[in-house]
């Protein structure tokens, strides 16, 4: 891995509060809905909870493991089995994200946006031996996108659209709107199309189009489209991870996580054959960010592929290492984003190859990560398309993503490609010439 200078910024922005008392009072919430639930009554739960459950209970080995998990898991967790994780989806799966308000010591109000509310209640968990095991399973994965995929639709409705309020919770409200335009986002309704400026949720119908939101064109402008030389940023996102020479197989394990390109593309070799020795950049969206995809070089689409995956299995780990900008050394939350480079090879995710007449094959990889259960691709096999054009988008949470290029060509990035730091779409973020180069695998 490449050694990038640090900020300050966050590196769990959006997917851990900030606010550990945010945070905390978010989990025993749900902790305590799930204790208020009455005993015995059918039905227990919402029908895809239920569903959900038939699947796991049906099954003796996952049964075992979630079992395990709740025994290995940190003494911090307080989602203690698997009936209260089930009440506490009851409670979140009806509706859409919102801000958790809370007081903090001195009794002052505090609230953080809450966009990837079913990862808070999974984040502990999968950070065990017994979870590596079980959210890597088919079975698991199967019954669990069935769950997400139930609250996808449910955030495609007009009543999704509860939460884009201005009252305290919404997402238009001051603390919201401070949120969303943090990190040089921009004005709200000069950085974005809104279909109603004037009306308090701007219009959106529901939550996934609010997410899904089109941002304006002078607002995230291309720079030198003519220049084949350089590379814009495809998402508006969080630099994560810069690694050269890259290999076609790696073993990966706990800080020594590397890319294997076979098993990021597909496990075929004509498809990652082409990158091998090659770059590959690395950054992750929070749910606050603008969540569709931009080409980031003009060319032509030779490959365009969703493959299924996993959701919340990470590589479990002994916590936040000493040099953690955010969490305390040990701190065993938000293993999920230090999994980063693993999962690439893991969760469920889109690939598109863009063929460059300078710079040869580049790849885009959009990961799905916890709740964002779809990767939505928008253009076609053969299609040219422009640098800045718009080839696909996530719905539902937060994401990753990687850009990858091959050996034959040298990709210096800009000086503002710092681990981090937060990056606007269509911005450049590297220039590439020319390199003699013999790959090797």
């Not at 769990?12 to 550990?20: C, E, K, Q, T």
């Not at 966009?115 to 968990?125: A, I, Q, S």
Request: with cysteine; proline share 6%.
């Amino acid at each position: 891995m490449a050694d990038l200078p640090k900020t300050t910024l966050s590196r769990y922005g959006g997917w851990l509060p900030s606010s550990r008392r945010v945070h905390e009072r978010f989990i025993q919430k749900h902790v305590d809905l799930a204790g208020q639930r009455p005993k015995g009554r059918a039905p227990l739960h919402i029908p895809a909870v239920e569903e959900f459950e038939r699947a796991i209970k049906s099954d003796q080995e996952m049964v075992d493991l979630f079992h395990q998990i709740f025994l290995q898991a940190s003494p911090e967790n307080k989602i203690k089995s698997l009936d209260t994780l089930l009440f506490s989806l009851d409670h979140i799966l009806p509706y859409p994200p919102k801000f958790h308000i809370a007081k903090d010591k001195d009794g002052n109000v505090i609230g953080e946006p809450i966009g990837v509310p079913v990862y808070l209640l999974f984040d502990l968990l999968s950070n065990t031996g017994a979870a590596y095991d079980l959210f890597r399973k088919p079975a698991f994965n199967t019954a669990l996108k069935a769950l997400l995929d139930s609250w996808g639709k449910y955030l495609q409705t007009d009543d999704s659209n509860r939460s884009l309020t201005d009252k305290e919770g919404g997402w238009f409200s001051p603390i919201g709107l401070a949120s969303l335009e943090a990190h040089e986002r921009g004005v709200f309704n000069s950085t974005y199309v809104c279909p109603d400026p004037n009306a308090v949720n701007r219009g959106y119908r529901s939550w996934d189009e609010f997410f899904t939101r089109e941002v304006q064109p002078e607002a995230r402008p291309v720079h030198f489209p003519e220049k084949e030389d350089l590379v814009h940023s495809a998402c508006e996102s969080t630099v994560y991870r810069i690694e050269h020479h890259v290999k076609q197989h790696d073993q990966f394990w706990l800080k020594s996580q590397k890319y294997s390109l076979y098993n990021m593309l597909g496990s075929k070799e004509e498809y990652s054959k082409p990158f091998v020795g090659g770059t590959i950049y690395q950054a992750f969206l929070s749910p606050q960010d603008y969540h569709r995809w931009r080409a980031p070089v003009s060319g032509k689409i030779v490959r365009a592929d969703i493959l299924p995956g996993t959701y919340y299995a990470v590589v479990p780990d002994d916590g936040a290492e000493k040099d953690d900008p955010d969490l305390k050394h040990h701190d065993p939350h938000g293993a999920l984003i230090r999994s980063q480079a693993w999962i690439t090879q893991a969760a469920a995710r889109a690939i598109i190859y863009i063929e460059n007449p300078f710079i040869g094959l580049v790849g885009f990889i959009g990961v799905g990560m916890a709740e964002v259960s779809t990767c939505d691709i928008t253009v076609r096999l053969h299609q040219e398309v422009e640098v800045g054009q718009e080839i696909g988008m996530f719905h539902f949470g937060g994401s990753s993503h990687t850009l990858i290029f091959g050996p034959e060509v040298k990709v210096e990035f800009a000086d503002t490609i710092i681990l981090d730091q937060h990056v606007k779409v269509n911005s450049i973020i590297a220039q590439v010439s020319k390199q003699p180069f013999s790959a090797s695998s």
